[in-house]
């Protein structure tokens, strides 16, 4: 069955302090891997889509990256404003099988 | 980008009342629309699956008979809570597929907040 794991949980930082969250998964076939951002409240953001292995995005302070295990989020020099929660997603069939996402405080 | 927007963000209903929430793609066509319940601090919970102009799918265990889905156009689907109850309360969150890259793309919308008394 696929299955998506991310970590850690949360994870708190100082302004300043560049940081990876992690998710790993296991699919048979991948078809594309989503990071999604959700502020309390809100509904998730898409922020990107990665296809295969080897293949990186950016995006202002966050670079998404992927293996065939795995993908990791990168922060650099994190603002309050990246305060939220993170979520990463793979496709299965129609759906998206989602992880429970990492909940990421940066503190000023 | 993508923009889907959710109508009403926040309804407070009582106990019996039915509630419809409204989902629109503006800036794209969606054949595929999916609706989603997140309960606090839980990841989202994939209710049903909207295809315009056919019956919805649901996922195991969500009445459909209670959560009314109509995708009339492929700019809009509709949620019906049918007789809400208490614990229908939740956070009801659409999503509009995108098709025309590699992979199809969820965009979703703000999100409604239900409160049933």
């Known amino acids: 069955e696929d299955q998506v794991t991310q970590s850690p949980e949360a994870l708190r930082l100082q302004e300043g302090e560049s940081s990876s969250l992690n998710c790993s998964y296991t699919?048979?076939?991948?078809?594309?891997l989503f990071w999604y951002r959700q502020d309390p409240g809100k509904g998730p953001e898409f922020l990107f889509t990665?296809?295969?292995a080897g293949e990186e995005k950016e995006k202002e302070r966050l670079k998404a990256t992927l293996t065939k295990k795995e993908s990791f989020l990168h922060i650099t020099a994190p603002k309050p404003e990246d305060s939220a929660t993170y979520l990463c997603?793979?496709?299965?069939?129609?759906?998206?099988?989602f992880g429970k996402g990492t909940k990421l405080t940066v503190n000023p | 980008g993508a923009v889907v927007s959710q109508h009403p963000s926040r309804v407070i209903c009582k106990s019996g009342t039915s509630v419809k929430i409204e989902c629109r793609s503006l800036?794209?066509?969606?054949?595929?629309m999916f609706w989603y319940r997140q309960f606090p601090k839980q990841s989202l919970m994939l209710m049903a699956t909207?295809?315009?102009?056919?019956?919805?799918?649901?996922e195991q265990g969500v009445e459909k008979d209670k959560f009314l889905i109509n995708h009339a156009s492929l700019t809009l689907s509709t949620l019906t809570v049918t007789s809400a109850h208490p614990e229908d309360s939740s956070f009801y969150i659409c999503?509009?597929?995108?098709?025309?890259?590699?992979?199809?793309?969820?965009?979703f919308g703000p999100g409604t907040r239900l409160l049933v008394l």
């Open positions: 997603a793979v496709p299965r069939s129609e759906k998206l099988v």
């Open positions: 800036d794209f066509q969606a054949t595929t």
């Open positions: 990665l296809y295969s």
């Open positions: 699919v048979s076939g991948l078809r594309g």
């Open positions: 909207s295809n315009e102009g056919s019956k919805a799918t649901y």
């Open positions: 999503s509009a597929e995108r098709t025309g890259g590699f992979v199809e793309t969820q965009y």
